[in-house]
């Protein structure tokens, strides 16, 4: 079984889409089965790692892409996973284990047009087809926009563990707020959907700080993130053991240049400095390696619908 998690904040900008990207191609460097699945309606990850010679024929057959799993009778999610997705020019494998379920602007179609024909919401039917898949994998990774819509609720649904790229500016904190109580409301409207045999709802396990300058002094706001944490643990949605992850991602431009080139840093191979970058993504990828998976129960024996109130006093966003 997989370990499921979600990236997400409810800031966009902050590095969820690198995070997944890179985390996910060292995870595969070290022999991991992953799957990165692609629920954000922009298609970053998918562009990224497709370009846009594969990406444009899953636009133009219109197949191939998760909104086709939501057109009845059109697909399953197991039929839409590119294998193996990172290749160069000769179809050659360069990542391989490194598997990705792509999308289309068509996802927009599932917050606007998406009537289910049995009357269950969008992400019941998306959890049953991930569980269909999830043996296959070690890792599924969930890039997901910066709310908690149709798309995002399915990968918040169907994880088991949330991780919150983050950066240090006040804003993201405000992200993070929002995200919490988010997350408490999505939680308490879908638990009647959570039957049994599913894993329980899932949990915020750690913040990661992404982007951070050189010499730029952060630690107001690390400061001011882990208040925010402890306020928050033992409340149900995020986990007792919730971190500020050790690894502060670096700003490099070979981040964004590396999107350019339809690659994962660890991939570029002019790249060869040491202490880079590269090496921040894999020390978070070993971080989250080294976080014990949650057992069974990992909201601690509590069912969601005991989950803290959504009508508790709010707290302040800053
Ligand atoms: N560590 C980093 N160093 C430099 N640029 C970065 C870094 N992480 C992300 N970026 C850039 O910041 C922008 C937003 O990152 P992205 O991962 O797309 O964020 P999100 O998915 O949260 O919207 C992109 O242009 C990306 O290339
Ligand atoms: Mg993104």
Same mark, same amino acid.
């Given at each position: 079984m997989a370990r499921k998690l979600s990236f997400i904040n409810y800031k966009g900008g902050v590095g969820k889409t690198s995070l997944i990207v890179n985390v996910g191609a060292s995870l595969a460097e070290v022999g991991q089965r992953v799957l990165i699945v692609d629920?954000?309606?922009?298609?970053n990850s998918s562009l990224w790692l497709l370009r846009f010679e594969r990406w444009n024929p899953l636009v133009e057959k219109n197949e191939g892409h998760i909104y086709s799993t939501f057109e009845p009778g059109v697909a399953r999610l197991s039929d839409c996973i590119v294998r193996d997705v990172v290749r160069n020019k000769e179809s050659g494998k360069q990542l391989p284990g490194l598997d990705l379920l792509p999308t289309t602007f068509s996802l927009i179609d599932l917050e606007e047009d998406y009537k289910p024909a049995n009357g269950l919401p969008a992400y019941v039917q998306f959890q049953e087809q991930i569980a269909e898949i999830e043996d296959d994998y070690d890792y599924i990774l969930f890039d997901c926009p910066p709310n908690i819509l149709s798309a995002s609720s399915c990968g918040i649904f169907s994880c088991n563990e949330i991780f919150v790229p983050s950066n240090p500016d006040a804003l993201s904190l405000i992200g993070f707020t929002l995200l919490v109580e988010k997350l408490k409301l999505f939680f308490e409207a879908s638990a009647s959907y959570r039957v049994a045999g599913m894993d329980p709802a899932a949990q915020v396990r750690g913040v990661i700080f992404n982007s951070i300058k050189n010499k730029v002094d952060i630690s107001s706001s690390i400061m001011r993130v882990q208040v925010r944490i402890n306020q928050f643990? &033992?409340? &149900?949605?995020?986990?007792?053991?919730a971190r500020i992850f050790n690894t502060k991602i670096r700003d490099e431009v070979i981040v964004p240049r590396s999107v350019t080139l339809g690659l994962p840093v660890c991939l570029i191979g002019d790249y060869e400095r040491e202490n880079t970058v590269r090496d921040d993504y894999r020390a978070v990828m070993k971080e989250i390696m080294n976080i014990p998976p949650l057992e069974g129960i990992p909201n601690g024996g509590k069912q969601p619908s005991e989950? &803290?109130?959504?009508?508790e006093s709010p707290v302040s966003p800053l």
């Amino acid at each position: 079984m997989a370990r499921k998690l979600s990236f997400i904040n409810y800031k966009g900008g902050v590095g969820k889409t690198s995070l997944i990207v890179n985390v996910g191609a060292s995870l595969a460097e070290v022999g991991q089965r992953v799957l990165i699945v692609d629920l954000d309606v922009q298609s970053n990850s998918s562009l990224w790692l497709l370009r846009f010679e594969r990406w444009n024929p899953l636009v133009e057959k219109n197949e191939g892409h998760i909104y086709s799993t939501f057109e009845p009778g059109v697909a399953r999610l197991s039929d839409c996973i590119v294998r193996d997705v990172v290749r160069n020019k000769e179809s050659g494998k360069q990542l391989p284990g490194l598997d990705l379920l792509p999308t289309t602007f068509s996802l927009i179609d599932l917050e606007e047009d998406y009537k289910p024909a049995n009357g269950l919401p969008a992400y019941v039917q998306f959890q049953e087809q991930i569980a269909e898949i999830e043996d296959d994998y070690d890792y599924i990774l969930f890039d997901c926009p910066p709310n908690i819509l149709s798309a995002s609720s399915c990968g918040i649904f169907s994880c088991n563990e949330i991780f919150v790229p983050s950066n240090p500016d006040a804003l993201s904190l405000i992200g993070f707020t929002l995200l919490v109580e988010k997350l408490k409301l999505f939680f308490e409207a879908s638990a009647s959907y959570r039957v049994a045999g599913m894993d329980p709802a899932a949990q915020v396990r750690g913040v990661i700080f992404n982007s951070i300058k050189n010499k730029v002094d952060i630690s107001s706001s690390i400061m001011r993130v882990q208040v925010r944490i402890n306020q928050f643990k &033992g409340k &149900g949605v995020v986990a007792q053991d919730a971190r500020i992850f050790n690894t502060k991602i670096r700003d490099e431009v070979i981040v964004p240049r590396s999107v350019t080139l339809g690659l994962p840093v660890c991939l570029i191979g002019d790249y060869e400095r040491e202490n880079t970058v590269r090496d921040d993504y894999r020390a978070v990828m070993k971080e989250i390696m080294n976080i014990p998976p949650l057992e069974g129960i990992p909201n601690g024996g509590k069912q969601p619908s005991e989950m &803290g109130s959504s009508h508790e006093s709010p707290v302040s966003p800053l």
